[in-house]
């Protein structure tokens, strides 16, 4: 049974960092694509960053320059989101998902879901 899980939340402060991961089991994701979305309260899950099989990478919201970047090691099975300058409207329970090869928009195409974990930026 393929299972992916998130970690690396937790409570910054703004303009804090975090490096959230992904990692599978029971699913190798060098054959997937992973994407990172995000749900805040309230508020509808949208889309992060993705990145194919082959590396190359989607960025669902228009982030400032090194803010986030999304990386993967096949090796290890996982995928990361390194999120930089945390502000507090970044505040949401981050999902990774994957679907074979190549990114997409609509997040209804991903497979695989993990549980989510916590991210909250607050003074």
């Known amino acids: 049974q393929s299972q992916l899980v998130e970690s690396g939340g937790g409570l910054v402060q703004p303009g804090g960092s975090l490096r959230l991961s992904c990692t599978a089991s029971?699913?190798?994701?060098?054959?997937?694509?992973v994407g990172w979305f995000r749900q805040a309260p309230g508020e509808e899950r949208r889309g992060v960053s993705c990145?194919?099989?082959?590396?190359?990478?989607?960025y669902y919201e228009n982030f400032e320059d090194g803010r986030v970047i999304i990386s993967r090691d096949d090796a290890g099975n996982t995928v990361y989101l390194q999120m930089n300058s945390l502000k507090p409207e970044d505040t949401a329970v981050y999902y990774c998902?994957?679907?074979?090869?190549?990114?997409?928009?609509?997040?209804?195409?991903?497979?695989?879901w993990g549980q989510g974990t916590q991210v909250g930026v607050s003074a």
């Open positions: 998902a994957a679907r074979p090869l190549v990114c997409r928009s609509d997040s209804a195409t991903f497979t695989s």
């Open positions: 029971g699913l190798s994701l060098k054959y997937y694509a």
């Open positions: 990145i194919s099989k082959d590396g190359i990478i989607t």
